[in-house]
C-alpha cells in the first residue's frame, strides 16, 4: 500500500500546485492499516494517507487536514475497518 507521506523530491516540489479550493470537511467511512499505522483515503483528492491515533478508537470522530491538498476530512464514528483500502 502506497502511503502518501513517503512522496518523492519531484512530487515535493509540485505540492503548492497540487492545494485543492474544496473547504467542505467530507466524511470518511473507511480505515485500515499500514504496518502500526492507520490510514485513510483523503476524501478530497484519493490518495492514501497516514492519520494520527493509537487505536481507531482515537482515529473514530477525528478531524484530520490533509497537508498535501489541503482538504479537511472527520473519520466517521461507525467508519469500517477494512484489510485494504482501494
Request: aromatic share 10%; net charge negative; proline share 1%.
Amino acid at each position: 500500500m502506497e502511503i502518501d507521506d513517503m512522496r518523492d523530491d519531484e512530487e515535493d516540489r509540485d505540492f503548492n500546485t497540487f492545494r485543492l479550493i474544496d473547504k467542505e470537511i467530507k466524511i470518511v467511512s473507511l480505515i485500515s492499516k499500514d504496518g502500526d499505522s492507520y490510514v485513510v483515503k483523503c476524501p478530497h483528492c484519493g490518495h492514501i494517507i497516514g492519520v494520527e491515533g493509537e487505536d481507531s478508537t482515537e482515529v473514530r470522530g477525528s478531524q484530520y487536514q490533509h497537508k498535501r491538498c489541503g482538504g479537511w476530512f472527520q473519520v466517521n464514528y461507525t467508519a469500517r475497518f477494512v484489510k485494504e483500502l482501494e
